[in-house]
Structure formats: structure tokens, C-alpha cells
């Protein structure tokens, strides 16, 4: 059992930093190495009793790994070629694709430097897969959190419900954003069920192509869906998710100083909008909406990425000390 130690310890870090600030992304990396080393110390106290039995787990795991990678390129392919017939030529909705591809592209290109051996290839491809499996466990611990942060129920006393806008149609509030406004009505009234009076905030400004600010086509449709007008709030200035939370702040503050606050937006969207929140002073929890599930990859995707370059110093330093010392090894 003392294999299990280390797994004990990451979920009791784990554990304490989710209870401590749940918003914390770094939350993910301890739980999924604390899953990887639970996993390891399970495949070790197995093998005490079993090493036969041990081995063939350990097959069966590495197996998986390659066919798992093949069958998620083909999936990311597939996905992405739905995005683009759905939503149209745009660079967000290429993302799926462009993995699946590039997934694609290394394994052959890895095979045909392996075959060749051909020195500056092979060096290359080592170092690219490497950077691909940080990457790609960074990615594993983003959705993991993701998973689990979306997961948790909201039970708390909150003051004001915020929903964040997403874009309009003219001047007609499309699914992915009547969605968000449908849960945050469902969030009004299950408080107001619960004896308290929350008032909605509306988040967002007036972009290309949109007829009226967002944020008044949001109250608009609130109000048809049987939200009472006086109870809602109208922030129509923000362009970007931080502006969203830092002006629907003030908004909050100048009508009650000390508050909680309950964010509604997109699942894909929560752990990113958790992490602004927490970046802006927002007392606030982030809760998430359903989203059509052929949309979900991309924009899981470009979530991830956006995390990824708010921490650019720490990852793409991370990647240039494994590229420096794949080529140094080589030499």
C-alpha cells in the first residue's frame, strides 16, 4: 500500500487547494497526477499478489494509448469537417480539425523519420513529441478540472446571476447564447424558490454584425421568457469575457458593495471564465449551459488555448527546455 502514498498526498493537495479556491487551474494538474500515480501504485500493489496479471494490465494500457490516438484524430477530423458545413469557414471553427490533422501528420511524419533515420528528422520529431506530450497533458488536466469544476453544484446564497453574451444574429439571440440565458432564468428561479431575490446582470456589448448591444437583446429575451424587468440588470459595454466581469463588477458593487455573484455561461467556457473571475476580484462562481455537442471539441479547444497563452512565460519555456534538451541529448 505505500505505493498509494503519493497518490494520497496529490489528492489531499488536491483536495485542499479545490476547497481553498476552486477557480485555480492548477487544481487540474494535482488531480490528474494524482489519477496518474493512483493508477501506478494500483498496477504495483496488483503486481505484489499477481505479476502476470500486472503485466497483462500494463499490455492493455499501452495498447490503448495508440489506438485511443487514432481513434481521436479520426474523431477531431470528422468533428471538424461538421464545424466548418455548420458554422461556416471561420478560424475558431477549424481548430478540431487542424488537431486531428496534425495528430495525423506527426505519426506518419514519426514513422517516416524512424524508417529513413535520417538524424535531423528523427531529432525533430523526438523534440515535437515531446512538446506534444506536454501539451497534451496539460490538455488532459484542463478538461479533467473542467469536468469536475462544471460538475459541482451551486448551492450558496447569491445576490446577482450573471450571463455572459456571446454574440447575436442581427438582432436575434441564437441557441449557443439562449442557452446560457435559459440557465441563468433556471438559476434565478430556483433561488427565488429558496426565499431570496437574485437580480440578473446581462453582460455584453454591441459587435460586427450585431443590430443592438447584447446585453438588451439578452434582457429582451429574459423578459419574454417571464424574468420581471425590474430585477434585471443591463452591462453593454464589454467586448471580451474580462470586460464582461470587470464592468458587470462595478455594475454589482454600486448596488451592493459586499456580494456573491453566479456567472452562467457555456460548459466549454466555465474554467477559462472561472479563471478571468478570480483575475478580476469577481466573488463570483461560474456555472455552465449545455452546448450542442458537435460544437464542444473546437471550442474545448480553443478554451485550452487561450489558458495556454495566459501562462505563455511558464509553457512556452517548458517547451523550449524540452526542444534544448532533445537536441543537446542528440549531440
Known amino acids: 500500500m505505500l505505493f498509494l502514498i503519493p497518490a494520497a498526498v496529490l489528492f489531499v493537495v488536491f483536495g485542499i487547494g479545490f476547497a481553498y479556491e476552486r477557480r485555480l487551474v492548477r487544481n487540474g494538474v494535482y488531480l490528474f497526477l494524482a489519477c496518474l500515480f493512483l493508477v501506478g501504485g494500483l498496477l504495483m500493489w496488483l503486481a505484489t499478489y499477481s ?8 499490455i492493455v494500457l499501452a495498447l490503448l494509448i495508440p489506438l485511443t490516438t487514432l481513434a481521436l484524430a479520426v474523431f477531431l477530423v470528422l468533428n471538424g469537417v461538421t464545424m466548418l458545413r455548420r458554422e461556416g469557414r471561420r478560424l475558431a471553427n477549424v481548430l478540431s480539425l487542424a488537431a486531428g490533422v496534425g495528430i495525423i501528420g506527426f ?4 514513422g517516416i523519420a524512424g524508417t529513413i533515420g535520417w538524424a535531423p528528422l528523427e531529432v525533430t520529431m523526438d523534440a515535437t513529441g515531446k512538446v506534444i506530450g506536454y501539451v497534451s497533458v496539460l490538455f488532459a488536466c484542463f478538461l479533467l478540472y473542467s469536468l469536475v469544476y462544471g460538475a459541482f453544484p451551486h448551492r450558496r446564497r447569491v445576490d446577482f446571476i450573471v450571463v455572459l453574451g456571446s454574440g447575436l444574429i442581427g438582432s436575434r439571440v441564437p441557441p449557443l447564447l439562449a442557452s446560457r440565458l435559459d440557465k441563468g432564468l433556471a438559476e434565478f428561479r430556483a433561488q427565488q424558490e429558496k426565499g431570496r431575490e437574485p437580480v440578473l446582470v446581462t453582460s455584453g456589448g454591441q459587435g460586427p454584425g450585431e443590430d443592438v448591444p447584447e446585453a438588451r437583446a439578452m434582457a429582451d429575451h429574459l423578459i419574454a421568457n ?3 424587468p425590474e430585477r434585471i440588470l443591463v452591462e453593454d459595454r464589454s467586448r471580451s469575457t474580462e470586460e464582461n466581469l470587470r464592468f458587470s463588477a462595478a455594475i454589482m458593487r454600486e448596488h451592493r458593495p459586499e456580494h456573491r455573484a453566479l456567472v452562467v455561461t457555456n460548459n466549454f467556457h466555465v474554467m477559462r471564465a472561472a479563471r478571468i473571475a478570480r483575475k478580476e476580484g469577481v466573488n463570483a462562481q461560474v456555472i455552465g ?3 450542442a455537442r458537435y460544437f464542444w471539441p473546437s471550442a474545448t479547444i480553443r478554451e485550452f488555448v487561450a489558458v495556454f497563452l495566459a501562462h505563455r512565460v511558464v509553457n512556452f519555456g517548458m517547451c523550449g527546455l524540452l526542444v534544448v534538451s532533445t537536441v543537446l541529448t542528440a549531440v
Open 51 to 58: 505479476e502476470s496479471a500486472a503485466a497483462v494490465v500494463l
Open 107 to 110: 505519426v506518419v511524419l514519426r
Open 226 to 228: 417571464g424574468a420581471p
Open 289 to 291: 449551459s449545455p452546448t
